[in-house]
């Protein structure tokens, strides 16, 4: 594998788990605000990281599934060419 590849696999992989944390920040923050302004326990802070925990996972898994099925058809062009 070259550097560039490498690079880009690096690169990929840290990008899905900012998306990861950031999703689940987010909706931490968003259900701790709603808890202070609506004066309840931490209800909403509870909701919102199981919510986010769900939607960020939901979006790895699928974007893991991308990166593997375009990995595939890499391998699936290489084995033509070496097949002509």
């Known amino acids: 594998m070259n550097k560039k590849k490498t690079s880009y696999a ?47 996972f939901y979006h790895l898994i699928k974007q893991l599934m991308e990166i593997d099925a375009k990995e595939k058809s890499k391998e699936n062009q290489e084995r033509k060419k070496w097949l002509r």
């Open 10 to 56: 690096v690169f990929q992989y840290s990008t899905i788990g900012i998306q990861l944390a950031a999703t689940v920040t987010l909706f931490v923050v968003g259900g701790y605000k709603l808890d202070e302004y609506l004066d309840r326990t931490p209800v909403l802070t509870i909701i919102g990281a199981f919510a986010g925990m769900g939607i960020g």
